[in-house]
C-alpha cells in the first residue's frame, strides 16, 4: 500500500504527512514527530500509557490509525504545560506525589485532563479511581494521583471562576 | 500487522459495496479490530473506514417514541447523553460499566454489537479454535475454562460474547437496523446474535457488506426506566470483562409485576434473554420468592462446560440481586462504581 497524505494539528502545530495505514497515532508521534511523551505500553488498550486528547476527549493512540484520524487537533503530554510553567495537573502531581515512572505518567496526566474535562468525576474520590481504570500501573501512585486530581479540579474551577468574574 | 488497502468511502452505497469484497473489514472506533490485527487473529485485505460516514451519529427520538441510536454513535457520548440515561438507565449503566474510559471514548454502538470473544484461545492463535479456523478444534475444552459459558454453548465452541451493552438492549427488544445489498432490514437483537452450534465462526445475521446503521429501541422500553438496573460482577471492580452480569427491568404496580424484563451477560455466546424467567415474573408479587424462582427459571438449562459450574449459581444470585435492585428503583444518579456490586446508592462507596 503506497502512503496517504493526512493533516495533524499536533499541541497546536500543523503536520502535513505521508503515512502508511498501518501506522497508529502512536507510532507516528514517537517515531516520525519524535514526541516520544506519549508512551508505549501494552500496544493493545490496556494499560493506558498511549493516552493523548484526540479533539478534546482521551483516547489510547495504540489503538487509533492515523490515516483514520486525519484532520484531527492532538495533545500530547509536549503540549500540555505552558512554556516553563506547568500545568496546573502536572503540578499537583508533583505535589501529591502523584508521579510514577516516566512510562505511566504522561497517560495518567493526559488521562486525567480528559476526565476532568469530561466532568463526570467531581469530587468524588471512587467516581476519580474508576474514571482513571484504563491507566494501569503497579508503582502504587494511585492515591497521590487522586489527591493530584481533587487539588487540581479545585484549582482548574478557581481559576474558572475568576475568569468569569 | 498485514499490509491492506484502505478506503474511506463518503456515501453508505460505496462504504457496502467495498465491503462486500472477499477479505474486506469495516473500521469504526477500532478498539477491537486493531486489537485483533495485531494479534494475527483479524488480518483483513481492505479496510472500509466508515467512521465518517454522514447521519450515523445522531440519537433520534422517533414519532412513535421510540429511539434510534446511530451506530456511530460513540458509547460515552449515548451514556452521557442525559436524556438517554434518564430514559434507559440500565443500558447508561452497562456501558459505563464497560472497558475504560479511553475505549469507551473511541467505540461505538455498532461496533460494540460485532466486538468479539475474549476467550483466550480464541486470541492464542497458537491453540486450536473453531471460531477462528473452522474445524480446528477447541483448546477451551479441558483448557482454562472457568469463565466460560454456561448456556447454548456446544462442543465445537463454549466462549462467550463480551458486550455489557447488548444485555439490558436484548432486554429491552432493540432491533438492530442493517443496511446491505438488497436495502434495510431489521433484525432483534435477540436474532441477530447467533448461538456457535457446529459453526462458531458464523457469529451474527450479518451477510457480506452488510453495514449496521443503527440500533433501535422501541417505545415500550421507556416504560421501565424507575426500576431498570445493570448488575455486573468481575475479578476486580472496575475495567474488565463481566463473569456474569444481569439487566433487570420491572414495572410494579400496588406490589404485583406488570412486566418484567431479564437478561444475562458473560454466559452464553450471545447476550442471553430470560424469557422462562420473565414468564415467572409475570402478574407475580414481587418479592424475593419470587425473584428466586425465576432466577431458577433462567438457569434452569445451563450446564457446566468445564470448570466453570460455579458460575450457573453465581448467575442464579446476581439475577435475584439485579431484581431486588430493580424493584429499588433507579437512582437519581449512577453509582460511581456503576457494575460494582457493592454499590446499591447514588454516589455509594465501594468500601462502604
Given at each position: 500500500m503506497t502512503s496517504l497524505p493526512i493533516t495533524l494539528t499536533i499541541n497546536g502545530h500543523r503536520h502535513e504527512l505521508e503515512v502508511d495505514p498501518r501506522v497508529t497515532l502512536l507510532d507516528l508521534l514517537r517515531e516520525r514527530l519524535d514526541l516520544t511523551g506519549t508512551k508505549k505500553g501494552c500496544d493493545r488498550g490496556q494499560c493506558g500509557a498511549c493516552t493523548v486528547l484526540v479533539d478534546g476527549k482521551r483516547i489510547n493512540s495504540c489503538l487509533a490509525l492515523a490515516v483514520s484520524h486525519d484532520g484531527a487537533d492532538v495533545l500530547t503530554i509536549e503540549g500540555v504545560a505552558h512554556g516553563e510553567e506547568l500545568h496546573p495537573v502536572q503540578a499537583a502531581f508533583i505535589a501529591h506525589d502523584g508521579f510514577q515512572c516516566g512510562f505511566c505518567t504522561p497517560g495518567q496526566i493526559m488521562s486525567t485532563l480528559g476526565l476532568i474535562a469530561e466532568?463526570?468525576?467531581?469530587?468524588d474520590p471512587e467516581r476519580i479511581r474508576e474514571g482513571l481504570s484504563g491507566n494501569i500501573c503497579r508503582c502504587a501512585a494511585y492515591g497521590g494521583i487522586v489527591e493530584a486530581v481533587l487539588e487540581a479540579q479545585e484549582k482548574l474551577a478557581t481559576a474558572d471562576r475568576r475568569a468569569a468574574a | 500487522m498485514r499490509d491492506f488497502d484502505y478506503i474511506r468511502p463518503a456515501t453508505i452505497p460505496d462504504a457496502i459495496a467495498a465491503a462486500a469484497e472477499p477479505g474486506s473489514a469495516y473500521l469504526a472506533g477500532g478498539t477491537n479490530l486493531l486489537d485483533l490485527m495485531k494479534g494475527g487473529i483479524a488480518s483483513p485485505e481492505r479496510i472500509v473506514d466508515i467512521s465518517r460516514l454522514p447521519e450515523l451519529n445522531r440519537i433520534e427520538r422517533l414519532d412513535d417514541g421510540g429511539l434510534r441510536i446511530g451506530a456511530l454513535v460513540r458509547n460515552a457520548d449515548l451514556a452521557h447523553d442525559a436524556a438517554f440515561a434518564k430514559a434507559y438507565p440500565a443500558v447508561a449503566e452497562a456501558l459505563l460499566s464497560g472497558a475504560s474510559a479511553q475505549l469507551r471514548n473511541a467505540a461505538t454502538v455498532g461496533g460494540n454489537l460485532l466486538q468479539r470473544t475474549r476467550c483466550s484461545y480464541f486470541y492464542d492463535t497458537a491453540s486450536a479454535c473453531n471460531k477462528r479456523?473452522?474445524?480446528?478444534?477447541?483448546?477451551?475444552l479441558g483448557g482454562e475454562n472457568r469463565l466460560h459459558a454456561v448456556l447454548g454453548w456446544s462442543d465445537a465452541c463454549i466462549a462467550t460474547h463480551p458486550s455489557d451493552f447488548c444485555v439490558p438492549l436484548v432486554a429491552l427488544d432493540a432491533v438492530v437496523e442493517i443496511e446491505g445489498k438488497e436495502g434495510r432490514r431489521h433484525v432483534t437483537l435477540a436474532e441477530f446474535h447467533r448461538l456457535p452450534?457446529?459453526?462458531?465462526?458464523?457469529?451474527?445475521?450479518?451477510?457480506?457488506?452488510?453495514?449496521?446503521v443503527a440500533v433501535r429501541l422501541p417505545a415500550e422500553a421507556a416504560s421501565f426506566a424507575a426500576n431498570a438496573r445493570y448488575l455486573k460482577v468481575r475479578e476486580r471492580t472496575s475495567y474488565a470483562f463481566a463473569v456474569v452480569s444481569a439487566a433487570a427491568a420491572l414495572v410494579v404496580d400496588g406490589g404485583k409485576i406488570r412486566a418484567a424484563r431479564l437478561a444475562l451477560g458473560g454466559v452464553a455466546a450471545k447476550p442471553w434473554r430470560a424469557r422462562s424467567a420473565e414468564a415467572v415474573l409475570l402478574g407475580a408479587d414481587a418479592n424475593e420468592a419470587t425473584f428466586a424462582s425465576a432466577a431458577n427459571a433462567a438457569l434452569a438449562d445451563a450446564s457446566p462446560?468445564?470448570?466453570?459450574?460455579f458460575k450457573i449459581e453465581l448467575a442464579r444470585r446476581i439475577v435475584v440481586r439485579a431484581l431486588t435492585s430493580a424493584l429499588a428503583g433507579t437512582p437519581e444518579r449512577l453509582p460511581a462504581l456503576p457494575a460494582s456490586p457493592f454499590s446499591s446508592a447514588p454516589g455509594a462507596r465501594h468500601d462502604a
Open positions: 466532568g463526570q468525576a467531581g469530587d | 479456523e473452522p474445524g480446528a478444534g477447541c483448546d477451551a452450534g457446529e459453526t462458531p465462526q458464523r457469529e451474527n445475521a450479518l451477510e457480506p457488506g452488510d453495514l449496521i462446560s468445564g470448570d466453570n459450574a
